[in-house]
């Protein structure tokens, strides 16, 4: 069972944010996620760390400048997924309005992998138009392509790479890279995605064309027009929402909002059939980030790609059709895998014929020779989420490889822990790379079971019983006269995420009705409860849903819930979410 933890805050910080005029609910949030002065919740786009803070980032920018002049041939090869496909659309954008002759690559991940391989390089000098390509620019990969540049290098193409990913032990030899992760970089936003590098490095690049008289002429490109791109990509690949990062998302969710985002985004919201005028970080976490992200995990990112690049809103809306179709096909696939995976686990936790949860591993690989290549990241977090154990799920990959994708828990960085792997058992993983949360790697199909031993070793190393405690940090109570309709629509309108949650709150409450909607969700009536009085049916009636639950609730239930907002008829009420519950 999950245990329970209040986050704390100083009450010092909560009163001096009350003073300066902030809800005082709103002002306890703040205060447990770390901001202590007004200034951090401020949005506005003057308070973006500086782009020269960013190592390499003017002489990248002074070599596209003269890229451009010269009337080079530029490729950027991008990631397969929202934060690529973002950062790509970024930089075609921008780049052809600052003149440049620019096309882009994205790799299929089913028959090349991920990053910036020598069979990449290869791709990109032959499937080019015209010419080879003269330069070569990575999205949201490269740090750790030292044999791809090298590659590159022995092809006469030279290599710019963007990144955020954690680099290796060796850089490769590239004309310039720019990543915060990278040794040396001063820049304090260690968490900024693949599309914040290059919008980034858009601006880097524009600073120096304005020095060099390029717009004197003509108009200067306004960058924040980018910004609903930025807030795509930074949301839908999960990095942490420092000051930063929530900077980045909110100007871009401004743009959304007032009917300024790009064509795709615009289709995207239409085929979901979503008000622009409403829309929020988990919308675009949980509902366009998804959709882009099916190109790439079943067909081709390239679609999810045009579908941000153009300027043709049929065309757009005829490639958010597509996406949807992709999208509702993953889902199907996907449920298949986790009934699959569902099986695996039970016979896991049998021990001597009785289900037992206690006797998890501290670790879970998984494998399925027909599970999908695309789906297993989200299987892994899926797995991950309800047993609060880190995750491999393993598909087949190319000539005799399996390709595993990870997601692990707090306290538990994931691409160390391969490194670790790497090191005692050489030669075992033939690639790997990521986050501390998230992470892939290639094996052979028949070393499996040796990387399952391995992992566990590693996880049983570096995990302590505190770590397996799954922990629920909530925001505390809420007072009847705080849980309102005012105070759930100004919580919607703020940037959560990830490192940055969305507000939750535990309660206990009396429930006055139940039943199930849609097959399998409860709908529910619920009073706060109050404790030595009498049954009488006093306070509110709350309105509440619990998503993918539908067996009976016990009289008196202690909830973690969230205040949001039901639109239903053409009326706005409260409703509380459920995201758990446990009988009094």
């Known amino acids: 069972m999950p245990k329970i933890i209040v986050r704390n805050y100083k009450p010092n910080t909560l009163n001096s944010l009350i003073r300066n005029g902030i809800h005082p609910v709103l002002a306890r949030v703040y205060a447990t996620r770390g901001i202590v002065e007004p200034s951090q919740i401020k949005k506005d786009l003057s308070q973006l760390l500086p782009f020269k803070s960013l190592k390499s980032i003017s002489i990248m920018a002074a070599f596209l400048a003269d890229a451009i002049a010269s009337k080079k041939h530029l490729l950027i090869v991008s990631d397969y997924d929202s934060d690529g496909a973002t950062a790509c659309a ?6 052809r309005k600052f003149g440049a002759i620019v096309d882009y690559l994205v ?17 990109a000098a032959a499937v080019t138009t015209g010419r080879k390509p003269d330069i ?20 006469g193409m030279q290599v710019l790479i963007t990144d955020h990913h954690l680099p290796g032990d060796e850089l490769p030899d590239a004309i310039a890279i720019v990543n915060p992760n990278q040794p040396g970089c001063n820049f304090l936003s260690k968490n900024i995605a693949g599309v914040g590098v290059m919008f980034y490095l858009m601006l880097a690049l524009r600073a120096e064309l304005r020095t060099r008289g390029a ?11 980018l910004l609903d791109l930025v807030a795509l990509g930074t ?6 929402l420092d000051d930063n990062n929530r900077i980045l998302v909110q100007q871009g969710l401004y743009r959304i909002r007032n009917g300024h ?14 008000d622009f005028r409403q829309v929020t970080t988990s919308d675009l976490g949980f509902i366009l980030g998804p959709r882009l992200n099916a190109a790439g995990r079943l067909d081709d990112m390239a679609l999810g790609i045009e579908c941000l690049v153009t300027d043709n809103k049929s065309y757009a809306m005829q490639i958010a059709l597509q996406l949807e179709t992709l999208n509702r096909k993953r889902r199907e696939i996907e449920t298949d895998m986790q ?12 021990v001597e014929g009785s289900r037992q949860e206690d006797q998890i591993p501290r670790s879970l690989s998984l494998f399925d020779p027909c599970w999908h290549q695309g789906v297993i990241g989200i299987l892994a977090s899926r797995i991950k989420d309800k047993f609060h154990r880190p995750v491999f799920a393993f598909a087949p990959g190319n000539d005799d490889e399996l390709k595993g994708s990870g997601r692990s828990i707090p306290g538990f960085h994931l691409r160390d822990a391969l ?15 990521g986050h501390a949360a998230a992470a892939g790697l290639t094996v052979r199909s028949n070393d499996f079971g040796k990387f399952r031993d391995a992992f566990e070793q590693t996880a049983q190393t570096l995990l302590t019983p505190a770590d397996l405690m799954h922990i629920i940090e909530t925001d505390g109570d809420l007072s009847e006269s705080e849980m309102n309709l005012e105070l759930a629509q100004y919580l919607t309108e703020q940037v959560w995420g990830q490192g940055f949650p969305y507000p939750t709150f535990n309660s206990r409450f009396r429930v006055e009705d139940q039943r199930v909607v849609g097959k399998k969700h409860l709908k529910l009536k619920l009073r706060k409860h109050v404790s030595n009085t009498r049954k009488e049916k006093t306070g509110y009636l709350y309105d509440a849903m619990l998503f993918f639950y539908h067996d009976s609730l016990p009289e008196t239930i202690d909830a973690i819930y969230r205040l949001q907002i039901n639109e239903y008829s053409g009326n706005t009420t409260l409703q509380l979410t459920l995201d758990y519950w446990a009988p009094v």
């Open 90 to 95: 970024v930089g075609i954008r921008t780049l």
């Open 107 to 123: 790799p299929n991940r089913f028959e090349y992998g991920y990053g910036l391989t020598p069979e990449i390089v290869r791709l």
């Open 136 to 155: 070569l620019i990575t999205v949201d990969n490269g740090i750790a392509s030292v044999e791809g540049v090298a590659e590159a290098n022995r092809l």
């Open 215 to 225: 717009f004197i002429s003509k108009k200067e490109p306004n960058l924040a027009n």
């Open 235 to 240: 949301v839908a690949d999960v990095v942490k």
């Open 261 to 274: 985002s790009c064509a795709g985004i615009s289709a995207l919201l239409s085929v979901v059939q979503r």
């Open 339 to 350: 009934d699959n995976a569902r099986d695996m686990l039970e016979k896991i936790l049998m």
């Open 419 to 433: 490194d670790m792997v790497s090191k005692r058992y050489p030669g075992l993983l033939l690639k790997f790379g």
